[in-house]
Antibody, heavy 129, light 106 residues
């Protein structure tokens, strides 16, 4: 059974950096078949995918266009976890942040398709001075 | 960019009755469609993937259908614990969610 445990501050000041960590149990951040995501949820934006990191013989990252200039997702193989850093936050970044796993899925025609199957517990992050 | 549209925004149904929720994609996502249930204060829970395959431990009263651009989640006989918000999500490239349907007690 995969479990994802999030940690990090719930309050960040405007213009500063939001940092969260997701500890993985029951799987490996270095898995060749999973991907590790950050997703946020707010009343104005709904469920919004932010980005992911995954290992396929080397490390890859994909980021949403909306945050691409401000986001970094890093794996930490020594602790079997991954992290989110979102720079230059504004009150619009206030949301519940989730880490999530995309499981093995399936591959067809040279492409692979994975769905989110496990979620962290969520962290409410408020951007306010 | 693909847009996922769910309808209705709110659905009022009595316990024991059937609920039918819809999800439309602005372009084909084949069968790369999942459904999630979310209760207040909780993370979403995977119900259906591949448009019609129930996830582990999901009761048989939940069923999914559709392919391409039109999808349906049906709950055959509503139990009290089924009243929640439901989201569809396409995974043709990256996770993209609909805006949700709130299923409330009539």
């Amino acid at each position: 059974q995969v479990q994802l445990q999030q940690s990090g501050p719930g309050l960040v000041k405007p213009s500063q950096t939001l940092s969260l960590t997701c500890a993985i149990s029951g799987d490996s951040v270095s898995s060749n078949s999973a991907a590790w995501n950050w997703i946020r949820q707010s009343p104005s934006r709904g469920l919004e995918w932010l980005g992911r990191t995954y290992y396929r013989s080397k490390w890859y990252n994909d980021y949403a266009v909306s945050v691409k200039s401000r986001i970094t997702i890093n794996p930490d193989t020594s602790k079997n976890q991954f992290s989110l850093q979102l720079n230059s936050v504004t009150p619009e970044d206030t949301a519940v942040y989730y880490c999530a796993r995309e499981g093995p899925g399936y591959c067809s025609g040279g492409s692979c398709y994975q769905w989110v199957d496990y979620w962290g517990q969520g962290t409410l992050v408020t951007v306010s001075s | 960019e693909i847009v996922m549209t769910q309808s209705p925004a709110t659905l009022s149904v009595s316990p024991g009755e059937r609920a039918t929720l819809s999800c439309r994609a602005s372009q084909s996502v084949s069968s790369n469609l999942a459904w999630y249930q979310q209760k207040p204060g909780q993370a979403p829970r995977l119900l259906i993937y591949g448009a019609s395959t129930r996830a582990t431990g999901i009761p048989a009263r939940f069923s999914g259908s559709g392919s391409g651009t039109e999808f349906t989640l049906t709950i055959s006989s509503l139990q009290s614990e089924d009243f929640a918000v439901y989201y569809c999500q396409q995974y043709n490239n990256w996770p993209l969610f609909g805006q949700g349907t709130k299923l409330e007690i009539k």
